[in-house]
C-alpha cells in the first residue's frame, strides 16, 4: 500500500468488524474513523461527508476493476 491508502472502509458502511488486517513495514501515521464521528462529520460537515463517500466509492471502483481484470487474466 502507499501513502493515502484507506483500509477497512466497508465495516464502515456495513457496520461490520473491519476484516482488513495490514502490517507496517515503515514507522507510520494511521487514523481511525468510527461510525460514530463520521455521523457526527455528516451532521456538522455534509460536505465534507460527501467527499469522503466520493473517494470511499473511486477507490472500491478501482479495486474492483483491478479485480475483475485478473479474474479475466486467470480465465484466459
Not at 7 to 18: C, D, F, K, S, V
Not at 42 to 67: G, I, N, Q
Amino acid at each position: 500500500m502507499r501513502g493515502g491508502t484507506v483500509l477497512g472502509e466497508m465495516g464502515l458502511y456495513t457496520r461490520q468488524p473491519r476484516s482488513a488486517a495490514a502490517a507496517a513495514e515503515e514507522p507510520t501515521c494511521l487514523y481511525k474513523l468510527t461510525f460514530e464521528a463520521f455521523n457526527e462529520i455528516e451532521k456538522d460537515d455534509p460536505a465534507l461527508a460527501a467527499e469522503f463517500h466520493k473517494f470511499v466509492v473511486k477507490s472500491l471502483s478501482e479495486r474492483l476493476a483491478r479485480a475483475n481484470t485478473e479474474v479475466s487474466a486467470l480465465m484466459s
